[in-house]
């Protein structure tokens, strides 16, 4: 493995990369892999090695391109000649992969994005990603616990419910908390991106958007379901259990529906459902 790609394998069968959330620790995906480590080789990447000896070292501001092409060498390392890669990233994470997807299609045989907040691509995109920079200034303001209420609000587009008040974190601080590395460092860069369209529309019949059934009606539901309209009639469009983290809510039945998601029908077009 080399020095800069922290990852971890686990599981036998076809290799599927998986892409966390946040600032890419993979915290709390264990009973997930679990269950999908009978059916595939499940190769977990930590972008920023926060799982695998980094967590308090320093982090600068993260592009989406960086941990695509760190997936990409991921695979170059976890693929053998000629083999490709189902893949599944959810929130920040999903973002990533759909850009693997559309500069290297080759590589992969089916993904799944889960709640990517690329909301750019929403009519009132610019207004959406303005208040994400909102969260970003109430964080550096006001600290964690004000900028998670203030996140909360804008997924849910409903009114904050807490206070928007509170102390900054020290830089040394900062440094130890994941959560407060995504809202540092993730937040902002990665709900700025805006996918490649033409280029996912070319390889539609490999990708599935994917939302939680407890999200309906919210911001990131809305982007998932978007998307996968843009990219054209041969992607999908799959409701998972739970909301934004289903993940950690729901994670048996959430790698069961994955499972079948990628390995019985990855490729076949299905009309966009509700």
């Not at 320093?58 to 000649?81: C, H, I, K």
């Not at 994470?93 to 559309?102: E, F, H, Q, R």
Request: hydrophobic share 40%.
């Amino acid at each position: 493995m080399a020095e800069d790609l922290h990852y971890d394998v686990r599981g036998k069968g076809p290799v599927l990369l998986i892409v966390p959330g946040g600032a890419g620790h993979p915290m709390g995906f264990a009973p997930l892999t679990d269950v999908l480590a009978d059916r595939f080789t499940v190769v977990t990447y930590d972008p920023l090695g926060l799982a695998h000896g980094r967590l308090g070292q320093p982090v600068g501001d993260q592009r989406v391109e960086e941990w695509s092409d760190g997936a990409r060498r991921v695979l170059d390392e976890a693929l053998t000649e000629g083999e490709s890669a189902y893949v599944f990233g959810t929130s920040s994470g999903g973002i990533p992969v759909l850009d693997l997807l559309a500069r290297h299609p080759e590589r992969l045989r089916h993904v799944v994005a889960h709640e990517p907040p690329c909301v750019g691509v929403l009519p009132d995109g610019i207004r959406q990603q303005a208040m994400f920079q909102e969260v970003y200034d109430t964080y550096r303001a006001a600290g964690l616990q004000a900028a998670a209420v203030s996140l909360g609000a804008v997924l849910t587009g409903q009114e904050p419910e807490g206070s928007l008040s509170g102390e900054p974190l020290s830089r040394d601080e900062e440094l130890g908390i994941p959560m407060a590395l995504f809202l540092a460092h993730v937040l902002r860069q990665f709900t700025s991106y805006v996918p490649d369209l033409p280029a996912l529309t070319a390889s539609a019949a490999r990708l599935t958007l994917a939302a939680g059934a407890d999200s309906r009606g919210q911001l990131l539901h809305r982007t998932a379901l978007l998307l996968a309209e843009y990219s054209g009639n041969g992607s999908r469009f799959v409701e998972f259990p739970g909301g934004h983290v289903g993940v950690a809510e729901h994670p048996v039945v959430f790698a069961e529906l994955l499972a079948e998601t990628l390995l019985g029908g990855g490729g076949t077009p299905v009309p966009l459902t509700t």
